[in-house]
């Protein structure tokens, strides 16, 4: 059975590296893989998605609607979004963060009330405070490997094969901080 | 050993492997990041040109001269580069020659959805579309064989999903390709009447041999399954049909997807029940098919719009129900991109729209200058066109019109063909009101070097066109430099310009805020001098939002560039944590 994981959050939250650093794990465990990237627009904090599908043979990179196992969401507002994509019976992992769209910043829209327990009623939900558990990490820009934390205790693959894969691809400089970051994520549930 | 690679890098990695020496392109996504992997290796020439027509003809040039070369471009970049590529069609290649066009299905970053897959008919060359990365790495490895062995440019037609996603690819070792010997060979590279006349024959002859060539090679396979249902596909289609219905089906894959087989076509539909064409944007294989007599199934099921999933394919083949989903109660609001906290473009349109000017605008960061609230951009139609059409506009509307109007072109677009623009108004007597956002760099498709930043794709020190003295040059008399984050004088400027009865330039200068170069600090706050005008507001800028009863700066989003300190009235924003 192949597995896919859905990336969600707003252009500049670092999902890009959560997305590689899964694909790098799932190789590692001999599967077939495939990650999907929408670039260009991005760093202009529009909605960003990326799929990670992984197992013997994976042909489309794309996942859609109530086919994902996993979701990680690094915005409130995004994960409610990506909700219709959600497999029954799947989960979803939630950054408490929420970044406001030009649409609501200007008055036009609302950001919805109560996205939480809205979440909560329909599906099988976590809710991280990934900020707070990156400042505790020493850098609020590890929000990314805190949810990649979250996220690793929730696949099969073992603790050692992320911390392997983290080494590979975090530049040297900051891998304490995110190493740090990775075992409070994978440490909270 | 196997590893990701984007379908972009699988590229690259393409060319480097088949020994291509040469790689010029101008920048846009989907396409962008094959020219900046090819740039990492020491092994190939790699340059950002000034535009596509220029890029594609350096690889001509070095394919002439020998070389296995290629230029990359986004589908719209073809329509640049469609003059050298309909007669480098005629006089064939040297060195093997390949140009990818990335086309953008749905639109992800584009302004139209044009299937690219019309310029190899038209131009009468070889068109190649892989599926995944490998194929990405194989098919140009082989298109360089092929491009020599046919005499033909080859196009690799890409799209947003197979240039942006990423499969395992296995590295292999670089030919060691020698130059092909250069002579002289006028009736093959001169074309002029007389001998375009004889290679058109030779073209002709050409597309029959490719012709031949397509119904057996390795790109079109057919997949036997079930007899009751066959799929012909190309590309991402092909992996969302294999997605949707697996073994339920059989299928014709076309990897080749021009010149497009015969027999190959009509073999496959003799042996299932019924034939259906995937293909996103136009119906280019439907139609080939029913030219052959074949009853298919095609657009009348699947749209000419947008991207396809494989969801839809399983509903309209096997008439399968969605996956169960999850329904929201709500509407949510959508999060469109907007412009950057600290991006330089925000200080103009906010003087633009405050002067209540026409914009003609043109493609960028800046055309988010059309969203609200600044919603200050008139027009957006390709690369350039602020520029000339302004000049229509003027000439249709007369004077008056003219002293409300603008140009707005940022500074790798004015580079790109914002300039012959300009010599127009310049030399037809116009009056117009030029403004180059000049941010330092392409900021739109990812921060590429170009022309007017001192920069090779490589980070080397080069010439800088001075914006300046190329104006001046062609016979603007009135450039002036403005920061458009000091708004009262940046107002002053373009009143003064647009009142004026000749040509001028105004050169908005101030870098891209995500520049490494950029470095502001701080972050701004609300005071208790905050008389809720909300007059900051009309900056768009997404760290400032009103939460119903104060006016908030997000420190998370804010990067301290101080613009909205200007704009308030009444001196409630002030900058904390300065370094
Ligand atoms: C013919 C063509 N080629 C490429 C593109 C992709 N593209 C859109 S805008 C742009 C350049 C933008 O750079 P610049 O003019 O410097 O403005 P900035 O984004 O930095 O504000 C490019 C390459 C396109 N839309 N059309």
Redesign the pocket.
Known sequence: MNKSIMIVGVGGQGTLLASRILGNVAISEGYDVKVSEVHGMSQRGGSVVTYVKYGEKVFSPIIDEGEADIILAFELLEAYRALPYLKKGGKIIVNTQRISPMPVIIGDKKYPENIEEKIKEKVDAVFVDALKAAEEAGNIKAVNVVLIGVMAKNTDAAYEKWIEVLKQTVPAKFLEVNLKAFDLGYNMF | MKRLMLGNEAIARGAYEAGVSVVSS????PS?EITEYAAKYNEIYTEWAP??KVAAEVAIGASIAGARSMSC??H??M??MADPLFTVSYTGVNGGLVFCVADDPGMH???NEQDSRHYAKASKTMMLEPSDSAECKYFVKKAYELSEKFDTPVIIRLSTRVSHSQSLVEEEERENYLLKDYTKNIPKYVMMPGMARKRHVVVEDRIRALTAFAEDCEFNKIEMNSSKIGIIASGISYMYAKEALGDKSSYLKLGMVYPLPEKLILDFASKVEKVYVIEELDPIFEQHCRALGIDVIGKEVFSLLGEYTSEMIKKSVLGEAASQKIELDEEIPVRPPVMCAGCP?RGTFYVLKKLNLTVSG??????LGAAAPLSSLDTTI??GASVSAALGMAKARGRDFNKKLVSV??????I??GITGLIDIVYNKGSNTVII???S?????GH?E?PTTGYTIKGEPTKQVNLITLCKSIGVDRVVIADPFNLKEFERVVKEETEADEPSVIIAQRP?ALLKSVKYTGNCVINDKCKKCKVCMKLGCPAISWNGENIKIDATQCNGCGLCINVCPFGAIEKVGEK
């Open positions: 101008y920048p846009g996504t962008t535009n596509e471009m986004k719209v970049g329509n640049v970053s584009s302004q473009h043109d493609i960028g960061c800046y055309t390709c690369m072109i940022g500074d790798s677009t004015f790109h063909s956002l000049d941010n760099i392409t900021g739109m498709t590429q170009n891209c």
